[in-house]
């Protein structure tokens, strides 16, 4: 499956590539989701952990430091990988999201880049 992925680019600013999950499980350290609500705009901070997000209502975008920005709708995946990074914004579009993160182990590599 084909996701998209926030990464360091070495020098500390972040970017979004493709990548493309491998067949099978997933190791999962921890699942977190909350109440539906409107989630606020979040200026450039890293992930806390890597993992996977993936909006269960509504929709969010995502910019990074060198300008990459997509926007996920309800369903679409994005494998958050910028841990240790400036990082990237975070808005919410609709009247309220309900997000589900999945954390992966930092060793997790079961991902090829497009």
């Known amino acids: ?48 952990a890597r993992g996977l997000v993936v909006a269960l209502r509504g929709e969010f975008e995502i910019a990074t430091t060198n300008g990459d920005r997509k926007r996920f ?13 400036s990082g990237h914004t975070f808005e919410g579009f609709g009247e309220e999201q309900a997000m589900l993160h999945c954390a992966v182990p930092d060793d997790w590599d079961g991902w090829t880049q497009v």
Not at 73 to 85: I, L, M, P
């Open 73 to 85: 709708r309800q369903g679409e995946w994005f494998f958050a990988d910028d841990v240790g990074t």
């Open 1 to 48: 499956m084909r996701i998209t992925r926030s990464y360091g680019d070495g020098s500390g600013g972040t970017r979004l590539g493709d990548v493309e999950l491998a067949e099978g499980a997933v190791p999962a350290i921890a699942l977190r989701f909350g109440p539906p609500q409107k989630l606020p705009f979040m200026d450039f901070h890293p992930a806390p």
